[in-house]
């Protein structure tokens, strides 16, 4: 019976993992990501839900007392965490320990939702809690937790259970269809705020992940409304098959667009009377104005190299880094024009530096004591935040 619990459970550890992911990743500033504090955020979802799995759900005394291993895993875990995150995580601990309480109350509905919101605030931590993001991601977690917990009570007929007893076979479904709705479409603009990827239309910029959304929702959604108008289907195990499938495409999708970015130009060049052209199209930029392609030039080391961008809001930004220090918008000009459409950059570099955008938008500024040889550099984070196209050509000034 324990393997049919852990079968039947898969889902669940699927899901701790994109809610510890999309936390995680929606609270990243400009520093680079805490690879090793994810990973144990994770680690924590999976031990804490096994512990769950194993507390809740054990058919006998034997396998509630081994549910102590991954309940001191969990806690071990917590003690390499911040104190914020590791008071989160025994609440969420807690409320594993209280779940039967819960469900003879009728409040599965709370219990589940609670549990997800606290494992994404503690992936989220306390970064930027003034993220315009964040509440719509809130309630998206809140309403898949909803519909989850919905569907989950529909695993027979004959032994309904929870919120569902109540509410009745048609009127959870028709709630687990409505939130199932809402929450693909609230996470499709979190999603799009972390990476942004518009598609022209005309005048009109729609999300990419519009469709994306709209078919997961029909997919999903989709054995709900069947059984709904009265066909006798298993909708719980259905779901859930459809579920796992989802999350490995969307998972593959993600890393591959994370990693794909991955761009590494460095070309040595005279630096005397040097020229260059760069087009560049930003296909995804990332959540912040400056998640864009950076062109680095004069670049002689890490701590010496001077810098432009063109910003998700127009502004074209020169800026410089000397002996480490950072120097921002030496010289800036706004003008506006689309950021994800194709540009392109005529750099001059002579005793000053002149970068003409399109032809026609002019940036200049002074170019003290240019080294006999330097770098042009266009290299991207890992994982890279933003996807571009990038073509440069170098010649000589005239």
Partial sequence: MWKRHFVLYIPSFIHVCLVSFAGYTLSLGPSPPDIG????????GITSKLFSVMFSNGDSRRMKTFSTLPFL???????????SRAFMG??????????????KAALDLLHHALRYV???????????????ALLPALLAVTLFSVAGELVSGLRMRSEFRGTVLSLGYRKSLLVAIVALAAAMELSMCVFNSIFEFPIQIGDLAVPFYLAPSLGVTYVL??????????????????????????????????????????????????????????KIRTIIAGKYDWNVPWILFDYID????????????????????????????????????????????NVFL???IIIIMDGKYEL???????????????????????LAQIDLVTSKAS
């Fill in 221 to 278: 959604a989709r054995p709900m409304v069947k059984a709904f108008k009265g066909e006798h289907l298993e909708v719980f195990s259905i779901v859930r098959k459809r579920e796992v499938l989802i999350a490995a495409i969307l998972s593959i999708v993600m890393l591959t667009t994370l990693f794909a970015g991955e761009i590494d130009i460095d070309e040595k060049v005279e630096t005397r009377g040097l020229g260059f052209n760069v």
């Fill in 302 to 345: 890490q701590g010496n190299y001077y810098y432009f961008l063109l910003h998700k809001d127009g502004i074209l930004e020169l800026g410089r880094v000397v002996d480490g220090k950072y120097e921002g918008y030496v010289a800036s000009l706004k003008e506006r024009v689309n950021a994800f459409q194709t540009h392109e950059f």
């Fill in 350 to 352: 002579n005793s000053s």
């Fill in 364 to 386: 200049r500024s002074p170019r003290p004591r240019p080294s006999n040889t330097s770098r042009i550099k266009i290299a991207s984070a890992r994982p890279c935040p933003w």
């Fill in 90 to 103: 025994m609440l969420i601990l807690a409320l594993y320990a209280l779940r039967p309480l819960f469900e």
């Fill in 118 to 132: 606290l494992l994404f605030l503690l992936a989220y931590d306390t970064y930027s809690l003034g993220d315009p």
């Fill in 37 to 44: 504090a994810l990973s144990h955020i994770v680690m924590f």
């Fill in 73 to 83: 895993a969990s806690c071990a875990i917590l003690g390499r965490l911040q104190q």
